[in-house]
């Protein structure tokens, strides 16, 4: 389809919406009015578009005129520069988005590789990720913080609610690697270890139906660092998911219900998150270009603290500022995954 019937579809849809809210009931106000403020960026956007467009058509037409041929070259030249531009954005707008990208996110690190290192390691990765989110205005929640006896971790968890959380961290599921010369190191030499990130979109209980009958709920006695109890009750919740084999446990809490409450969601999220990934596989071999092969065991990140580096293996990114990094500083790597993506996207639509 030509982008200017696109467009014309686009105006027309949103039209027809405001007339239906005009007359709509209670029941039909709420789903009207969710599709009219999706296509409203959009719609102002066209509207831009066309008056930019009629701008440069009677900057055309005055080139005949010697007295306004300075001004009309001027206003052409305006025209000229901002019409890819504005093109290549509604064109975004039109491709379909990631049902998950407003979603709100668990996002999961483990040590894989590495031993004490990639404790350590995956421990400041988490904490880097909780000040990203912090900086950007959303809420960050821990969901599991199982510490080890040197300072680093486990597993973590957290929650992380706001504006477009998934869109912007979607990208970040893989194997994160780090170089560096460990603390206990005593002759200088740099070391690899590796940690496992996953970022699932939340999923609400509408999205995925559990039935009670599918579920095996055992309960222990929740753990610290060094084995030592956090309580004496059997406040720690392992969740099984019979027909999936999926597996949770949380012991962050001391009440069970609590602990509940938090398996099921990361439950939920595992499910949800399988099935998108099912979808994905699917499609991979329609698709003419992707960040990376979206395999949660592919290598995507190094962290070369020697050299300063960060680099990013998918996209062929490397920054020189890991010390900012490793504080937050996230947004470099983030809007080059989301840029790679949308040409990705654009390529595939074309």
């Known amino acids: 389809m030509s982008l200017p019937t696109s467009l014309d579809r686009v105006m027309i849809r949103a039209a027809e919406l405001r007339a239906q809210l005009e007359t709509a009931d209670g029941a039909q106000v709420g789903t ?14 066209v509207t831009e578009y066309r008056a930019l467009e009629t701008a440069q058509a009677e900057a055309e037409a005055m080139l005949a005129d010697p007295e306004m041929r300075e001004l009309a070259e001027a206003e052409l030249f305006e025209a000229k520069q901002k019409l890819p531009r504005m093109e290549r954005e509604i064109r975004l707008l039109l491709l379909p988005r990631d049902a998950a990208d407003e979603r709100n996110a668990i996002l999961e ?58 869109a912007r961290l979607k990208f970040e599921s893989g194997v994160h690697r ?3 010369v460990p603390a206990t190191e005593t002759q200088g030499r740099i ?31 929740a753990q ?37 409450a938090k398996a099921m ?42 050299q300063g580096r960060v680099t990013d293996h998918r996209i062929g990114l490397t920054l020189h500022k890991i010390d900012r ?10 809007d080059a995954l989301v840029s790679e993506d949308e040409a990705a996207r654009l390529a595939e639509a074309s």
């Open 265 to 306: 969601k990361m439950l939920r999220a595992k499910i949800y998150d399988a099935q998108r990934r099912a979808l994905d596989s699917a499609r991979a071999a329609d698709r003419k270009g992707q960040v990376g092969t979206g395999d949660r065991s592919e290598r995507i990140r190094t962290y070369n603290f020697p």
């Open 109 to 166: 690190i483990r040590p894989a590789a590495g031993g004490d290192e990639a404790g350590l390691f995956a421990g400041e990765l988490f904490h880097a990720y909780q000040k990203y989110a912090e900086n950007r205005g959303w809420r960050f929640t821990i969901l599991e913080y199982d510490e080890n006896e040197l300072g680093g971790i486990k597993g973590a968890m957290g929650e992380i609610e706001g504006r477009d959380v998934f």
């Open 32 to 45: 009207l009015s969710k599709e009219l403020s999706t296509l409203e960026p959009l719609v102002v956007k």
């Open 325 to 334: 990094v490793m504080m937050g500083e996230l947004d470099d790597l983030f």
């Open 178 to 180: 780090v170089q560096r």
């Open 191 to 221: 070391h690899t270890s590796t940690v496992t990130v996953a970022v699932l979109a939340e999923a609400e209980e509408v999205d995925i139906k559990i039935d009670d009958k599918d579920l095996r709920i055992d309960t222990y006695r």
């Open 224 to 260: 610290g660092a060094g084995g030592q109890h956090v309580n004496k009750t059997d406040s720690a919740v392992r969740i099984t998911h019979i027909p999936t084999g999926t597996v949770v446990a949380m012991q962050e809490e001391k009440s069970q219900h609590k602990n509940k």
